[in-house]
Nanobody, 128 residues
């Protein structure tokens, strides 16, 4: 059974930083596109960042220049979302997703891409 385990959420003041992690467990060996989404109450879920098995990363425009995505596949596919200069509008539940449909590669934003596997989410709250 495939599981995506997110961690690293929390509360931070505006201008602060957080680093989210997501580990992919239980999958058969092979390349995965790993992605981050977020959703806040009353808003649609939006893609934030993606990184393919080839290491190619794509960042959505609303967070470009503040967020970066990376991955480490040494043990199991693990992706990291580094969030800097956080603002109250970044408050949301952040979800990790994974898919291997395109051979582990990701479409760049703003192209949409479906994901088969999802984590439970981790809460990020930015307030003073």
């Amino acid at each position: 059974q495939v599981e995506l385990l997110e961690s690293g959420g929390g509360s931070v003041q505006p201008g602060g930083s957080l680093r989210l992690s997501c580990r992919l467990l239980g999958a058969t060996p092979g390349p995965f596109c790993m992605s981050w989404f977020r959703q806040s109450p009353g808003k649609e879920r939006e893609g934030v960042a993606r990184i393919g098995a080839d290491g190619h990363a794509s960042i959505a425009d609303p967070v470009k220049g503040r967020f970066t995505v990376s991955r480490d596949d040494t043990d199991t596919a693990t992706t990291f979302l580094q969030m800097n200069d956080l603002a109250p509008e970044d408050s949301a539940t952040y979800y990790c997703a994974a898919d291997r449909y395109f051979g582990g590669n990701c479409y760049p934003f703003p192209l949409s891409q479906g994901f088969a596997f999802w984590g439970q989410g981790t809460q990020v709250t930015v307030s003073s």
